[in-house]
């Protein structure tokens, strides 16, 4: 190995070193009590290193944010193993339940706060490539779904963005805890037979 490329991969060792430290307090602490000051302390480094790699706090939640999108789309790409498409779309929406109940820190990270999107702004870039990318998996699946006769009529990108924001609005409600809130008689069911009913609606388009 060269020693530009030890110096590379030294860098990045101290990178993803930075980001996991900061992933770490972000869940214990939330986004608003993560620092820069106390990242450098969670990694045993000075402020000024974490400067040289990352340029604000925006800057390192929009980098976590985006391996928080590598992950799930890892899981959607597998699912194209199913080569059924209405199965594959049924599997999708499980899965990233799942992945948001088991991960609803990086989850608020991905869709809710606004520090990922407003980095991009700073960058001047309005091209969300993460959610972009994600949303794909979904579109084409619904639209294999429609080659094969189901969903007549549709447009698939509107039909791919209601299915994303139904199984989205369920995520934040039980992240939330607002489904705790409202007398269900089984709340702790509560989402996963909705999104049982949800599936049974698709099932007649």
């Known amino acids: 190995m060269s020693i530009s490329e030890r110096k590379q991969k030294e860098k990045e060792a101290l990178r993803l070193l930075i980001l996991n430290g900061a992933k770490k307090l972000f869940v214990e ?3 608003e009590q993560t620092t820069i000051r106390n990242i450098a302390d969670e990694i045993n480094y ?3 290193t974490v400067y040289v790699y990352f340029k604000d706090k925006n800057a ?5 944010h985006s391996i928080g999108f590598q992950e799930l ?3 959607f790409k597998d699912l194209f193993e199913i080569k059924d498409p ?3 779309l049924r599997k999708m929406g499980s899965v990233y339940l799942k992945f948001a109940i088991e991960n609803s820190e990086m989850y608020d990270l991905m869709f809710n706060l606004k520090a990922p999107m407003e980095y991009l702004e700073m960058q001047k870039n309005d091209l969300w490539s993460e959610g972009n990318t994600t949303f794909g998996y979904v579109k084409k699946t619904v639209e294999e779904c429609m080659l094969e006769g189901h969903f007549k009529d549709n447009n698939s990108e509107a039909l791919s963005f209601m299915i994303w924001s139904l199984v989205h609005g369920m995520c934040c409600l039980e992240i939330r805890q607002r489904t705790k809130g409202v007398k269900f008689s089984s709340p702790e069911t509560i989402m996963s037979e909705g999104y049982n009913e949800f599936l049974n ?5």
């Open 29 to 31: 602490k939330g986004i």
């Open 46 to 48: 000075s402020v000024g």
């Open 60 to 64: 390192i939640f929009h980098d976590l």
């Open 73 to 75: 789309g890892k899981v």
């Open 86 to 88: 209405m199965d594959r």
């Open 201 to 205: 609606i698709l099932e007649k388009l």
